[in-house]
T-cell receptor, first 114, second 112 residues
Framework: NAGVMQNPRHLVRRRGQEARLRCSPMKGHSHVYWYRQLPEEGLKFMVYLQKENIIDESGMPKERFSAEFPKEGPSILRIQQVVRGDSAAYFC????????????FGAGSRLTVL | TQLLEQSPQFLSIQEGENLTVYCNSSSVFSSLQWYRQEPGEGPVLLVTVVTGGEVKKLKRLTFQFGDARKDSSLHITAAQPGDTGLYLCAGALRTSYDKVIFGPGTSLSVIP
């Protein structure tokens, strides 16, 4: 019974390249949340998705960032034309419903932009 | 704007001491959660409190939700080195769904 799987765990990109982070939710979970964490800080909400739908993207930067959760396959957080300020840990969480009581987090993907 | 504040931000104590971490907000939450995060890992849920005034105990950890559902505290009795980590409080804002927002965290170091 695997938990939330994120890959890659570590990703290094040069400025201007694209970063793709993947998240496979727990089995039976159809709700996915992405958060970003800078060193020594808490998690900042980015986006909430259900299968094939973006429910709340109020935390996503207006440009360069996009997210999807297709009918089949993992959720993808895509960052185009990365800049040094995008360097952070990106965490995905999943839940069975939209209630807050059962958010399960993955181990995160750590993006470093050179 | 930081909706959730935590204090202290950093705490370094000797093994066996007691400590309390506070989580405060001007917002009302439908529930509040505490997570513990270790370096290089994701947050792990410790507890969820739902009712104002609710107290929950998890071994040496005691969690309390404020009566007005705006604040919470985490008390650790006789801290051990294994308690070292980042403690995050998170509140669920009742919007069209339970939107979970996080505080900045309290970094605890327990020295043997």
């Amino acid at each position: 019974n695997a938990g939330v799987m994120q890959n890659p765990r570590h990703l290094v990109r040069r400025r201007g390249q694209e970063a793709r982070l993947r998240c496979s939710p727990m089995k039976g979970h159809s709700h996915v949340y992405w958060y970003r964490q800078l060193p020594e800080e808490g998690l900042k909400f980015m986006v909430y998705l259900q299968k094939e739908n973006i429910i709340d993207e109020s935390g996503m930067p207006k440009e360069r960032f996009s997210a999807e959760f297709p009918k089949e396959g993992p959720s993808i957080l895509r960052i185009q034309q990365v800049v040094r300020g995008d360097s952070a840990a990106y965490f995905c969480a999943s839940s069975q419903g939209s209630g807050a009581n059962v958010l399960t987090f993955g181990a995160g993907s750590r993006l470093t932009v050179l | 704007t930081q909706l959730l504040e935590q204090s202290p931000q950093f705490l370094s104590i000797q093994e066996g001491e007691n400590l309390t971490v506070y989580c405060n907000s001007s917002s009302v939450f439908s529930s509040l959660q505490w997570y513990r995060q270790e370096p290089g890992e994701g947050p792990v849920l410790l507890v969820t409190v739902v009712t104002g005034g609710e107290v929950k105990k998890l071994k040496r950890l005691t969690f309390q939700f404020g009566d007005a559902r705006k604040d919470s505290s985490l008390h650790i009795t006789a801290a051990q080195p294994g308690d070292t980590g980042l403690y995050l409080c998170a509140g669920a804002l009742r919007t069209s769904y339970d939107k979970v927002i996080f505080g900045p965290g309290t970094s605890l170091s327990v020295i043997p």
